[in-house]
């Protein structure tokens, strides 16, 4: 059972480049959401999504698009990086109902851009 | 402005004896709390939650306390393992399940044998 799978682990970028991280889920969870961690700061909540066609945003959600358009993908978009971006980027995935409501997490992706 | 704060940003403890982790929160409207666990190089995992509702949630090893008064929790991991050098993230939430989910900080245990 592969869960959450996240591509690519590594990517290095120069400012202005835009890239796509690539998050997927085989759990058939209809919610999805993006982290970023940085040290001292913890996880931060990107960009979420409740259902295909849904999503809204975060409490760090700029410079950073979303769309969902299956149940199982969830890609992050950065149009124009930055190094502020440079951070382990997480994606997450949960059932919409019962249980303790916990969030399964991929592996993670690590950004830099210089 | 951090609505969820682990202050202790790193703890050290021997094998054998008991951990806590402790976690503050500022928002009033948070009503549901969760413990994740993170090793190097991977995602976190779930390992324990608590409801408002209780002040007290054990699993095996692992116990969580909340103060909802004082806005604490603490994580209670007893008998420390070396397996268990970790960070630790707590988390919290306005109900089971809702859409966004706050973290603090994190705390790094390192279980010393």
């Known amino acids: 059972n ?79 990086a930055a190094p ?22 991929g592996e993670g992706s690590r950004l830099t851009v210089l | 402005d951090q609505q969820v704060k682990q202050n202790s940003p790193s703890l050290s403890v021997q094998e054998g004896r008991i951990s806590i982790l402790n976690c503050d929160y500022t928002n009033s409207m948070f009503d549901y709390f969760l413990w994740y666990k993170k090793y190097p190089a991977e995602g976190p995992t779930f390992l324990i ?25 603490s994580l209670h991991i007893v008998p420390s393992q070396p397996g268990d050098s970790a960070v630790y993230f707590c988390a919290a939430s306005e109900l089971r399940g809702a859409q966004k989910l706050v973290f603090g900080q994190g705390t790094r245990l390192t279980i010393n044998p």
């Open chain 1, 2 to 80: 592969a869960g959450v799978t996240q591509t690519p682990k590594f990517q290095v970028l120069k400012t202005g480049q835009s890239m796509t991280l690539q998050c997927a889920q085989d759990m058939n969870h209809e919610y999805m959401s993006w982290y970023r961690q940085d040290p001292g700061m913890g996880l931060r909540l990107i960009h979420y999504s409740v259902g295909a066609g849904i999503t809204d945003q975060g409490e760090v959600p700029n410079g950073y698009n979303v769309s969902r358009s299956t149940t199982e993908d969830f890609p992050l978009r950065l149009l124009s």
């Open chain 2, 49 to 73: 939650s608590i409801s408002s509702i209780k002040d007290k949630n054990e699993d095996g090893r692992f116990t969580v306390f909340l103060n909802k008064s004082a806005k604490h929790l």
């Open chain 1, 84 to 105: 502020s971006q440079t951070s382990v980027y997480f994606c997450a995935s949960r059932n919409s109902g019962g249980g303790t409501g916990e969030l399964f997490f």
